[in-house]
Every structure is written in structure tokens, then in C-alpha cells.
């Protein structure tokens, strides 16, 4: 160490952050001039001299401020990492935390012979009591698997093994057509750059641009019209709300789907376990209730989660919130298989912006943070026993392929997540659920059907 820090304070502040102030001394300040000279000494080429033989009193003479400068500003982030390494954990900056330098002007400029105390602030792991998390009531739906959803999930395997064939005669929703369309100018004109060719959807489905749903239906192959549409900011057609437009629509195609009937031979068909309609039957159920199994372990954490963080306060710091939110942004490029300058362009073409995306994001994220935070002070409040033959076997586990001389660093981080698998089932079992008001599994998963 090539420098002496003769004081260190850490405050802790407000919104999760901490001011940490160091004192270097003088002795040390100067040393690390001194040689900062001597190196560009042997370095430096100035006229009448030879390389390395430059005296250091004309390179102090000719760049001794900006040399103190540097070899101040060095020093100090030199001490200044080394004591983080040497903080208590509520002490140092998160790991995406970039400690900010405060006060630079009131420094400047260095002064041969002076101490030299600065301040950093940064972000730090939020700070807070843990809250009453075993012994709670919580509210949760009954779900129940009905009748009904057996016969909603038979209709979606009918339509799902369907034939589809050509259609002669009037067309009506749930029909498949294929429409040629173009918005007419005001002499009747087609306007050649909103015209689509043999375009194809589901009558009532809605996935067309100009919601020609209704207009189609009644119309038969071959038939052609001119509609003319108002549209409000309900209709969903970006850059037409308030505007009424004139469209030909030509029905190129139509096709309709024949849903097979549900007999024995019908539930073969979808599993060769499946003997009778009633085997089908009692293996949706089955499948459904497993689902909703799923459905309420989720429901309960979720419901838990709420219970015991809603009377919680205490800030997320920006630079965690914007860790995750950079970690969302690229797991969504990774996972549109586009670029993310096509995703640029798209959110453009929109009227849309990557900031204004993470905005929506950021309730989920702060949300999200904030339970797992949470989660993780009951698991050191707790401290879970992981064996140690547990640890080992877990560790040959997940650092098989890594060298020897780094597995032991690993060690501590396998043993704090195998405590963390260890809270949400913790919390489960030392917690009560009240069942509320019966629903069926279709009702519960898609709030627009009603029972």
C-alpha cells in the first residue's frame, strides 16, 4: 500500500444510500507525486533532451498541476477501493452501485503539503426491520375444477383437431376468410400503399388492422364491397381514432372449420390412454386440478408476499432498480429473436421508446425487488441449517467445471441460496390460508368469463 489513510467514517443517508469520507496524508499524497514525475521522467521526449533524461524539475515546472492532479485523483481511488474491501456488508456500495465523488470543485487544486479528505456516496443494501412473517392469516380464493371448464376444455381440443374446408355459403364469425382490402381516395380510387393482398384471419377474432370483422360476415367467395368505418379511441387502430375512412373489401376466400363430435373414437384420437369419452373426461379434470394446485401455490405466495411486505417502507435504490430494468430490456431483445436496433425501430414506428417501456416496467421491478429483499432478510433472520454434506454435494454440483482454486470463494454464495429455496416453503407452512368464495378454474383464470 503505497499510501495511508489516517481516517474513515461511513454515514449512513437517505433512499438507501451511504457517505463514505476518507483523510489521506500528506507524506502519502506527495510520494505518490514524486514518482508519478520520475516515470514520465524516463518516458517524456522534450526538445533539447533525450528521452529518459529529462530533468523532473522541468517536468515539474511544465506539467507539475496536471501531474498532481492525476496522481492525486489516483491515490484516492486507489485507497478508496481497497477500504470498501474491508467495509461490513451494510457498509460497502451494491455491486452496480458507481460511488459519486462530492465536492470536486472544493478540492481543486491540490495543494503540495495538505491532507486530503473526500467524501463518496453511494448506494447501499436497503436497511429495514423484518416484519411479522409467521402466524398470519391470509386470504386466498377456493378454485375448484367444474363441469363447465371440462366441457370449455373439450371444445378447445374439438377446434384444435378440426377439419377445415371450403366454404360456399355466407360467411359468419368463426369462419376462416381471405380478404384483398385498400382505403379509397375521395374519387373512389384505390390508395395503392394501404392496400393488402390475401389477407387471412378468423372472422370475429378481431386480428385485422381495420376490425373488418363485422363487415365480412353475411358475404359470400367472390363478393366485394365498399364500407365505410368511424373509429374511436376504442377500436384500437392506431393513428385513426376520430377519423371515418372508405375501404373496398374484396372475400377472395372463405373456409370454415368442421369440429369432429365427441365420441369414443374423438377421445382416442387425443390420447391412446383414453378409451370411453368419460376416460377423456376424468383425465381433463385430472389436468385441471393440477393446474389449479399450481394456480394456488402461486396464488398463496403471491397473497403471502403482500401480507407481510404491505407494511414495509423502505427505498429500493435507482441503481438496483436500474440493474433489473437493464436485465428485463435484454432478456426481452433476447427473447423478440429481433435486433435491438429493429426493436428500436419498431417501438418507434409506434410512437413508443425503450425509456417508455421500462417506465411500465418499473412498479413490477420495484414490486419484485422489494419481496425478494424481504425474502432475503428472513432467510439470515432464520440462517436455515444446510449440512455440510448437502453444501458439498450441491457445490460438486455447480462448480464441477470450475479450477480448484476458485471453488471455495463460491461456497458461501451455493450456501445463502440453498437458505433462500428454503423461505417461500418456510413461509407456507408457518402461515394460514382462508379459502373464500368457490370459482370455477375458467372463471378464476380469465376474470372476463362469469360463472
Not at 507524506?27 to 518516458?43: F, G, L, N, P, V
Not at 433489473?324 to 429473436?337: A, G, I, K, P, T
Not at 413508443?352 to 429483499?373: F, G, H, I, P, Y
Amino acid at each position: 500500500m503505497d499510501y495511508m489513510v489516517t481516517e474513515k467514517s461511513v454515514k449512513e443517508l437517505e433512499n438507501s444510500q451511504a457517505a463514505l469520507t476518507l483523510t489521506i496524508d500528506a507524506a502519502s499524497i506527495e510520494d505518490a507525486y514524486t514518482k508519478r514525475i520520475q516515470k514520465y521522467a524516463k518516458e517524456l521526449t522534450l526538445p533539447g533532451f533525450r528521452k529518459g533524461h529529462v530533468p523532473a524539475s522541468v517536468i515539474e515546472r511544465k506539467y507539475g498541476d496536471s501531474i498532481r492532479e492525476e496522481s492525486t485523483f489516483d491515490t484516492m481511488e486507489s485507497a478508496l477501493q481497497d477500504v470498501i474491501k474491508e467495509l461490513d456488508a451494510k457498509d460497502k456500495p451494491l455491486p452496480f452501485a458507481t460511488p459519486v465523488l462530492q465536492d470536486e470543485e472544493k478540492l481543486l487544486p491540490f495543494k503540495k503539503g495538505e491532507d486530503i479528505t473526500f467524501t463518496v456516496v453511494y448506494d447501499v443494501r436497503p436497511s429495514f426491520e423484518v416484519p411479522k412473517y409467521t402466524g398470519l392469516e391470509v386470504d386466498i380464493p377456493a378454485v375448484e375444477v367444474t363441469d363447465k371448464d371440462i366441457d370449455s376444455e373439450v371444445e378447445k381440443l374439438r377446434n384444435q383437431n378440426a377439419v377445415v374446408k371450403n366454404k360456399s355459403g355466407k360467411a359468419k364469425n368463426g369462419d376462416i376468410a381471405t380478404i384483398t382490402y385498400a382505403e379509397l381516395d375521395e374519387d373512389g380510387n384505390e390508395i395503392e400503399s394501404t392496400k393488402r393482398s390475401d389477407f387471412t384471419f378468423t372472422i370475429g377474432s378481431g386480428y385485422n388492422f381495420y376490425k373488418l370483422d363485422k363487415d365480412v360476415v353475411g358475404m359470400k367467395k367472390d363478393d366485394a364491397k365498399t364500407v365505410e368505418k368511424t373509429y374511436t379511441e376504442e377500436d384500437n387502430v392506431p393513428g385513426y381514432a376520430g377519423k371515418t375512412v372508405k375501404l373496398s373489401v374484396h372475400l377472395t376466400e372463405l373456409k370454415e372449420r368442421e369440429l369432429p363430435e365427441v365420441d369414443d373414437d374423438f377421445a382416442q384420437d387425443i390420447k391412446d390412454e383414453y378409451k370411453t369419452v368419460q376416460d377423456m373426461r376424468d383425465g381433463i379434470k385430472k389436468d385441471l386440478e393440477k393446474k389449479v394446485e399450481d394456480v394456488l401455490k402461486n396464488e398463496k405466495e403471491e397473497a403471502l408476499m403482500k401480507a407481510i411486505t404491505e407494511n414495509t417502507s423502505f427505498t429500493i435504490p435507482e441503481s438496483m432498480i436500474g440493474a433489473e430494468l437493464d436485465s428485463r430490456w435484454r432478456n426481452f431483445v433476447r427473447s423478440s429473436q429481433l435486433s435491438e436496433d429493429q426493436i428500436l425501430k419498431f417501438l418507434e414506428m409506434q410512437g413508443e421508446t425503450k425509456e417508455n417501456l421500462q417506465a411500465e416496467w418499473r412498479t413490477d421491478v420495484e414490486s419484485m425487488l422489494r419481496t425478494q429483499l424481504v425474502l432475503d432478510a428472513i432467510r439470515e433472520k432464520e440462517n436455515f441449517e444446510i449440512s455440510e454434506d448437502d453444501l458439498n454435494a450441491e457445490c460438486e454440483k455447480q462448480l464441477k467445471n470450475f479450477p480448484d482454486s476458485e471453488k471455495d470463494s463460491y461456497k458461501e454464495i451455493i450456501k445463502d441460496n440453498m437458505q433462500f429455496e428454503k423461505v417461500v416453503p418456510f413461509l407456507l407452512e408457518n402461515n394460514k390460508f382462508k379459502e373464500g368464495k368457490k370459482v370455477s378454474y375458467t372463471a378464476y383464470t380469465n376474470p372476463s368469463v362469469k360463472d
